[in-house]
């Protein structure tokens, strides 16, 4: 029923950590497993570790679990299989016990009371094995039967085509109720509202697009933890891979624990072009902040999440660090930049202010209420589709839906001028107040410079962002409200000044 | 036409729907339907709730707009005309552009007029008062209103009464400002007589044949401008019919308010309008008492308006001053947030003899009032040690009471006072002025808010902003 690989490994993984409390120093082990549900290999102590941080927080801290595999239709019993894991902390699963056929009988009305459910496998479990449930997760056989498929593709598939494949699976289990737990953990009670948000718009397309733009390869991502710092590597340095699919390890990064992490000497070693290092706790805590926000997220939650991100932002060499040193960081070029009008502390980004000013100007000039349409463009692609286009529903100010445009009349009409467009897709959608048109160069250019090209980024950067921005054919809005107006007619620099200026404190200390 | 409703003026309907569209399409139905308001070959005139380039709910829905065009085509309407006139500091011209409506109406078959000084007008006179009004409205045959509910600062919410006021030239709408000093000015809130009565006058030219109080939509708390801690609700009414009056006081009984206590509709039941209680009105649709609820209106003190670092001292002020003060202080705390902070602090007086502030740190003057009544008060004044140029070493000094001598003290003019003219005062000259007083550097949010406004602003307004 669960396909063989998935089931080896994760019988493999389950002895490994039943074992991990009598070993001396665990981060000696050698022994390889692969993270479930991808074909990444890595250290068998790193995934535990990663399983013990993560899902108390994420999924569940609760102790002692069963999965239950259900019929996709009504049987006598729904029950194909159950399995009783026995723990010791909470997310790590141990022993694992599989449930006599009819020991347990469900029917599809049992699960319309998931407490009531809980009690009746509480009961019969103790009875049974003396073991006390405190949560249970139920799959469908059409779920296992993705995960299978989705399992036997993974040979096949590429990084890239291994995370999309990963993605539409959670999208689809989530979305089409094909795994239930109980209680609901936070983690899936947000990708359930996110997914309903995303209406016909599949995550792994966004994935797509971000790693299409974003030349994700030679760079390194260090998480401190409690035990060693981890490394996330993504290189192309083995010669058997193609060169669009980069190769990602994770390991343990091996250092006394006197000694300071070299990042300078770690990126040389490993020839990266850049590594940057988070520390893991402060990275789960933010995410948990996203997570536990209840639908639809306020405005005032999104200003205080954005103030938070850009407040890890500014907390450089506290919260996080990276090598080679930014240009920007570089206080002689500042004092240099300071003397011809541009304030470019980055240490000082005004964390506090900017998500205010953005959502009074959006709320005002984008309305608390309406559809926008999104149009993104790849201006210099000769050959595939040149236009993605999207409908954005708002709703007191916050995004109630997104989605991708079925009408063929409407895909075809995207050639048109806007005021037409607008008036076609306000026939199907309700009023369109917004056009916006974003091309993928400018994407591209706005998160390489800001993410992979960080170390270089520079005051010409950022000058010719703004004039990207002023260029029609890659960014554009319709109707021509007062912001893009005062964009198009601001001289690049002194536009550039100005949000500078509201972007970062004008006092150094 | 349905004998019924020809006979009933006075017959309000209360719609709901799942969305805008079928709202408005209730609304007229229960009275009736569309061809109860027009004949074929009408020309039909919507007065739609349009005052500056922003987005909903700032301006009408126009999801409820294009049904109601569509509306009046089947009803074999020659012509449909959308218009208003918009608020007076804004260039017209521009309003397109930054819009986009143009097109989108003339896609529904409707043409649309954004109206400026220069468009034909009629002039009429109601109560020794010469009233000016577009050609456009006084010719057509029918007249809609459409009107968006949300919050108002002085009467609550947006009456389709306020509404019908943006129909004439900017000149009466002007008439009240530049008031006249003395006491009974400010004691009677003689502006706010004056603006109800030039409302009310505005109506009797043209009155409407149908009005649509839209409040599926209603923006809450802070308004009718977005501010921070506006909140769009989603009530899903709307209110229709052809008595202006009668389509308000419904609408303020299903927002749990009491149209005795709104100065403008209890105003407006001493004019012709044929309704003095609720008792007048003939309900149709939704049951009002099952369908009431609870909004949260704006503030009524300017006080409680929390703006940081400031200290809002009020004297006794007329309705004029407060609506733009109210503009203008939450316009501060929403665009200005990074500005206020690198301010400090700062005093806002505002009105006829305003207390004493308590530093004299910029001290902001706000209105004709507050400027006039405060000439002579102590904040204007600073005393100041004198700083000589040169000091005197101690240890060349002779004389040893010279080292308890007190420093001399001088009085100078207070320079940290900003003034803003007017009665009232004009946002956007308030706007410019406060951005100068304190400079660029200071002011980057509001510099870059200055430089968007100016994007559509009337020319005089600039080189009057210059100034």
């Keep these: 029923m669960i396909n063989k690989d998935l089931s080896r490994n994760w019988q493999k993984f389950l002895s490994f950590s039943s074992k991990v409390d009598n070993l001396d120093n665990p981060l000696e082990v050698e022994d390889k497993i692969t993270i479930p549900l991808t074909s990444f290999e890595t250290n068998a102590y790193l995934l535990y570790y990663l399983f013990e941080e993560i899902s108390p927080k994420f999924i569940n801290d609760q102790l002692n679990v069963i999965d239950i595999i259900i019929s996709d239709y009504e049987l006598e019993n729904i029950v194909l299989g159950a399995f009783i894991y026995q723990m010791n902390k909470p997310g790590i699963h141990e022993n694992i016990k599989e449930l006599k056929k009819d020991e347990l009988k469900l029917k599809f009305k049992d699960l319309n009371n998931n407490e009531l459910l809980l009690n009746q496998i509480q009961k019969s479990v103790f009875k049974n094995h003396g073991i006390k449930i405190t949560n249970f997760r139920i799959i469908k056989k059409r779920g296992l039967d993705l995960i299978n498929r989705h399992m036997e593709d993974l040979d096949k598939l590429t990084l890239l085509g291994v995370i999309e494949s990963f993605l539409d699976l959670i999208q689809i289990l989530v979305k089409k109720d094909l795994l239930l737990f109980y209680p609901n953990p936070p983690v899936i009670n947000f990708l359930k509202q996110a997914f309903n948000i995303l209406k016909n718009l599949k995550l792994s397309k966004i994935v797509r697009y971000l790693i299409e733009v974003l030349p994700l390869s030679d760079f390194g991502i260090i998480l401190k933890t409690k035990v060693s710092p981890i490394l996330f590597n993504m290189n192309k340095n083995s010669q058997n891979i193609k060169h669009d699919d980069p190769n990602l390890s994770v390991n343990w990064i091996k250092i006394h624990e006197s000694e300071d992490l070299d990042l300078d000497k770690i990126r040389a070693e490993l020839k990266l072009k850049y590594i940057i290092n988070l520390q893991l706790d402060i990275l789960l805590n933010f995410l948990m902040d996203i997570i536990e926000s209840s639908f639809p997220i306020s405005q005032e939650k999104v200003k205080l999440i954005s103030q938070k991100f850009l407040f890890g932002v500014r907390s450089y060499q506290n919260y996080w660090n990276i090598s080679p040193k930014p240009l920007i960081y570089n206080g002689f070029i500042r004092f240099l930049l300071r003397i011809v009008g541009f304030n470019l502390n980055l240490q000082k980004l005004s964390h506090w202010a900017i998500p205010e000013f953005f959502f009074s100007i959006f709320n005002s000039y984008g309305g608390m209420q309406g559809n926008i349409l999104l149009l993104l463009t790849d201006h210099e692609n000769k050959t595939s589709p040149r236009y993605n286009l999207l409908v954005v529903q708002m709703e007191n100010g916050f995004i109630n839906s997104i989605e991708i445009p079925q009408s063929v009349e409407l895909n075809l009409k995207i050639d048109n001028s806007f005021e037409e467009l607008r008036v076609n897709a306000s026939k199907e959608y309700g009023t369109i107040s917004l056009i916006i048109k974003i091309d993928k160069k400018l994407i591209q250019f706005l998160l390489v410079s800001l993410i992979v090209n960080f170390y270089k980024l520079n005051i010409f950067k950022l000058l010719k962002m703004v004039k990207l921005l002023k260029n029609p054919i890659y960014f554009e809005i319709y109707p021509k409200i007062p912001f893009y107006r005062l964009i198009k007619r601001k001289k690049s620099y002194d536009l550039l000044k100005n949000l500078l200026s509201i972007s970062i404190d004008k006092h150094e200390f | ?467």
């Design chain 2, 1 to 467: 036409m349905n004998e019924m409703t020809k006979n009933k003026n006075n017959l309000v309907a209360i719609a709901k729907g799942d969305n805008p569209q079928e709202t408005v399409k209730n609304g007229i139905e229960k009275l009736g339907g569309i061809s109860n308001f027009i004949n074929k070959g009408e020309t039909i005139f919507i007065k739609a709730y349009l005052r500056v380039p922003e987005l909903f709910p700032v301006n009408f829905n126009f999801d409820t707009l294009t049904e109601l065009i569509s509306l009046c085509k089947t009803a074999g309407a020659k012509k449909v005309i959308v218009g208003s006139y918009a608020d007076e500091d804004i260039n017209v011209s521009s309003f397109d552009e930054l819009l986009g409506f143009k097109h989108l109406i003339e896609s529904l078959g409707a043409e649309f007029h954004v109206f400026q000084e220069d468009v034909e007008y009629v002039i009429k006179e109601v109560e020794g008062n010469y009233i000016k009004i577009p050609k456009i409205i006084m010719n057509c045959d029918k007249l809609f209103f459409l009107n968006q509910v949300n919050v108002h600062p002085i009467f609550q919410i947006n009456l389709s009464l306020l509404n019908s006021y943006s129909m004439v030239t900017q000149d009466l709408q002007n008439a009240e400002k530049g008031g006249q000093e003395g006491k009974d000015y400010l004691s009677s809130d003689q502006f706010k007589h004056d603006l109800i009565t030039n409302l009310l006058n505005v109506y009797e030219i043209r009155k409407p044949d149908l009005v649509i109080n839209d409040f599926y939509y209603l923006l809450e708390k802070v308004g009718p401008f977005i501010f921070k801690d506006s909140n769009l609700k989603k009530v899903k009414l709307m209110v229709v019919g052809k008595n202006i009056l009668a389509v308000d006081i419904v609408t303020l009984g299903l927002l749990n308010l009491d149209f005795l206590k709104n100065s403008l509709t209890s105003e407006a039941r001493f004019r012709k309008f044929g309704i003095s209680t609720m008792e007048d009105i003939q309900l149709i649709g939704e049951n009002i008492e099952e369908n009431k609820i609870n909004i949260e209106l704006t503030v009524s003190n300017l006080e409680d308006i929390p703006v940081i670092n400031t200290d809002i001292i009020t004297g006794q002020y007329c309705t004029g001053c407060f609506m733009e003060a109210y503009r203008f202080l939450n316009f501060l705390r929403t665009a200005m947030v990074k500005d206020l902070k690198y301010i400090i602090t700062q005093s806002f007086l505002i009105g006829k003899n305003p207390p004493e502030p308590e530093s004299n740190e910029n001290v902001i003057v706000f209105g004709d009032c507050a400027i006039n009544s405060s000439k002579n008060r102590e904040f204007r004044r600073m005393i100041i040690k004198e700083k000589k140029l040169f000091n005197k070493p101690q240890f060349i000094s002779k004389k040893k009471d010279n080292l308890d001598k007190k420093p001399k003290l001088k009085e100078k003019d207070n320079k940290s006072i900003l003034e803003l003219p007017g009665c009232p005062p004009n946002f956007y000259n308030c706007l410019s002025s406060f951005i100068k007083y304190y400079g660029k550097k200071t002011c980057p949010s509001g510099t870059f808010y200055l430089d968007m406004f100016k994007t559509y602003l009337q020319e005089k307004k600039l080189e009057e902003m210059s100034k």
